[in-house]
T-cell receptor, first 112, second 112 residues
Framework: EAQVTQNPRYLITVTGKKLTVTCSQNMNHEYMSWYRQDPGLGLRQIYYSMNVEVTDKGDVPEGYKVSRKEKRNFPLILESPSPNQTSLYFC???????????FGSGTRLTVV | EDKVVQSPLSLVVHEGDTVTLNCSYEVTNFRSLLWYKQEKKAPTFLFMLTSSGIEKKSGRLSSILDKKELFSILNITATQTGDSAIYLCAAYSGGGADGLTFGKGTHLIIQP
């Protein structure tokens, strides 16, 4: 089944403790992207990648890192999480943005 | 700066009613407009529109794009409680970067 898989689905962590949210797609898509979704703010792009080793900042990159060492994987790294990073995170992949993204199921992150 | 504005932000109707959701956009090098439905978790793709005046239809849902006036509408006829969701509109601006800009969504609630 074609899908984007994120893990974990839920995570509660403490301020400053490094964490990684994994994302994997099995559709051989070139484009991958991370979004955060907050009430009243909609979906905002954090980082995106157009291919292996090609990444770029989205609208809200501060406090996040990504890597794209393989085509299928695009992990999101929070080196020192803070409470303002409490949010619902989505990973997505696409042949190109023109065709829209397929989204993962989301990761609900709470930083206390 | 690219911008996508959806209206209304929230809408409550009775089952059986017809609803129209609006999406206006201002993006450079516009390529396509996408509609997504978000229920409990991940947004799921509904339509991609690239040409003005050509209606896309899927069951009770339909959508049309006006590239001259820079807007799109999503119609849902004979609404059902299962149509309750957040409906997201996104505009793709093409170019070398990932140019997908999301609106904040319309929260649609269908009351029995």
């Amino acid at each position: 089944e074609a899908q984007v898989t994120q893990n974990p689905r839920y995570l509660i962590t403490v301020t400053g403790k490094k964490l990684t949210v994994t994302c994997s797609q099995n559709m051989n898509h070139e484009y991958m992207s991370w979004y955060r979704q907050d009430p009243g703010l909609g979906l905002r792009q954090i980082y995106y990648s157009m291919n292996v080793e090609v990444t770029d900042k989205g609208d809200v990159p501060e406090g996040y890192k990504v890597s794209r060492k393989e085509k299928r994987n695009f992990p999101l790294i929070l080196e020192s999480p803070s409470p303002n990073q409490t949010s619902l995170y989505f990973c997505a992949s696409s042949l190109s943005g023109h065709y829209g993204y397929t989204f993962g199921s989301g990761t609900r992150l709470t930083v206390v | 700066e690219d911008k996508v504005v959806q209206s209304p932000l929230s809408l409550v109707v009775h089952e059986g009613d017809t609803v129209t959701l609006n999406c206006s956009y201002e993006v450079t090098n516009f390529r396509s407009l996408l509609w997504y439905k978000q229920e409990k978790k991940a947004p799921t793709f509904l339509f991609m529109l690239t040409s003005s005046g050509i209606e896309k239809k899927s069951g009770r849902l339909s959508s049309i794009l006006d590239k001259k006036e820079l807007f799109s509408i999503l119609n849902i006829t004979a609404t059902q409680t299962g149509d309750s969701a957040i409906y997201l509109c996104a505009a793709y601006s093409g170019g070398g970067a990932d140019g997908l800009t999301f609106g904040k969504g319309t929260h649609l609630i269908i009351q029995p």
